[in-house]
């Protein structure tokens, strides 16, 4: 783990545990496994480089841009850079034969993502859906735009730049001596993937090096490596990167999304963050906006709470000044609104699910939640939170805690099949059409 106070010293870097179980071997700072999801804050790095050379145009069609691309769109809406960015481009969530084993089975970005890319399926620009095929379009942008394969560009541009040498999107470059081994969720091996939608997630790095990427994202798009200046964005272009760049509505003020950086606020501070997950391993960058501190935290297995953890404990420890004792009585709901937490109630799901294919079936059964009214009048539950409304058609969990998760509510109509709720910023929600909720999954699947 490594720790950037605002002043661009490091504080900590420093492992801990085993890199790899059976011979023991220390896990250390200089550890290289996968960065997994980490891979879209360099990618969206890279297309931001061209945005700010005037190569790119950031609200261009993207099928203007990459010669031979038509993605299947029943919109009158272009999907564009930006979306792809945000995660708004509407795309459908495809799952199937993206992941790999062997380097050699990776393929042409190109050639795959002309034929693999997946329908849109929503109004593009309405909806935040996160789509790794979204992102590894952007890095076939990137790749059509400079004439340079993605890979190269990334390595010349980003990597090597920013003193990133034991990082790359090309698994055969990274010093296998250095890798840590993957285990799953409960300690065992697993086998080590690859993705086909490279740009989104092929990022081989170790907490050391993201460490840089991090410092420069922190300051301004450059950081100072012992008097070396090392750069990869102008200072307004890395402002850019991290203002809000969508929200359910102008001025709805709940943690949305950047461009390519999730809000993520916790006890008053305002935090960029990205996550990242592959089999094998996981990881978090996060930055706090307001005094320049940042962690990127990295372990060889697959688990997500062991970071959510991490995160509150460090902030706990050294910035929990905002976070009030006592704890606030649970919220309750404006006068107003008390009455209308039913008007809301229904069958909802995630809007990462597949829409075109069979998947649906299954993912309409793990993925459905009821939003419903309990006892207590005006509260509305999601799961296992508990949300009352406290301004106009937005939510906040009642019990507080310093990562309060807030929603806002879209549109509806009279169907009630088009409400979508933004839930913190990586998700959205969506009502079921009566066809797809689970008790007639089930019969389908019968």
Request: net charge negative; with cysteine.
């Amino acid at each position: 783990m490594l720790f950037r106070s605002h002043n661009d010293e490091l504080f900590l870097s420093k492992g801990y545990g085993q890199k790899d179980a059976a011979s023991g071997a220390a896990y250390t700072a200089g550890t290289v496994q996968s960065a997994a999801s980490i891979s879209k804050i360099a990618t969206a790095t890279a297309a931001m480089q061209l945005y700010k050379a005037g190569s790119l145009y950031l609200d261009a069609d993207i099928e203007d841009i990459v010669d031979g691309l038509a993605l299947d769109n029943p919109f009158d809406v272009a999907v564009t850079p930006r979306m792809l960015m945000t995660h708004t481009a509407g795309f459908d969530e495809w799952t199937i034969a993206f992941l790999v084993r062997e380097p050699e089975d990776l393929g042409s970005l190109r050639s795959f993502m002309l034929a693999h890319t997946p329908p849109v399926v929503r109004e593009p620009g309405t909806t935040v859906c996160y789509s790794n095929h979204g992102v590894s379009l952007l890095g076939l942008v990137v790749e059509t735009v400079s004439g340079v394969p993605f890979n190269d560009y990334v390595k010349d541009n980003v990597l090597t730049p920013l003193g990133m040498a034991d990082s790359s999107f090309l698994y055969t470059e990274i010093d296998e001596g250095k890798l840590a081994t993957p285990y799953d969720g409960r300690g065992a091996l697993t086998k080590r993937a690859l993705m086909r939608v490279g740009p989104a997630g092929n990022l081989y790095s170790s907490a050391t090096d993201l460490s840089k990427l991090l410092r420069a994202h922190i300051g301004g798009g450059t950081w100072d490596d012992n008097g070396t200046a090392r750069k990869v964005l102008e200072s307004a272009t890395a402002t850019l990167m991290h203002a809000t760049a969508w929200e359910p509505w102008l001025g709805a003020d709940v943690p949305c999304i950047a461009l390519q950086w999730y809000e993520t606020p916790w006890g008053g501070y305002d935090m960029l963050t990205h996550d990242g997950d592959m089999p094998g391993g996981s990881s978090r960058m996060t930055y706090m906006t307001e005094n320049g501190w940042g962690f990127v935290l990295m372990y060889n297995e697959m688990e997500g709470t062991v970071r959510a953890n991490f995160t509150r404990d460090f902030m706990t420890e050294f910035f929990g000044d905002r976070v009030p004792d006592p704890a606030p009585a649970p919220l309750e709901p404006v006068d107003e609104y008390r009455a209308r937490a039913g008007e809301y109630a229904g069958y909802v799901r995630e809007t990462r699910i597949s829409h075109t294919s069979f998947q649906f079936l299954i993912q309409s059964l793990v993925m459905s939640l009821p939003l419903y009214t309990s006892s207590v009048e005006g509260e509305l539950v999601l799961g296992a939170m508990e949300t009352v409304e406290t301004r106009d058609h937005i939510f906040e969990t009642r019990e507080y805690s310093p990562d309060r998760m807030s929603f806002a509510f879209q549109t509806k109509d009279n169907a009630g099949e088009t409400l979508t709720a933004a839930v913190v910023s990586i998700d959205t929600i969506e009502y079921i059409p009566v066809s797809r909720t689970p008790p007639i999954a089930i019969l389908y699947m019968v």
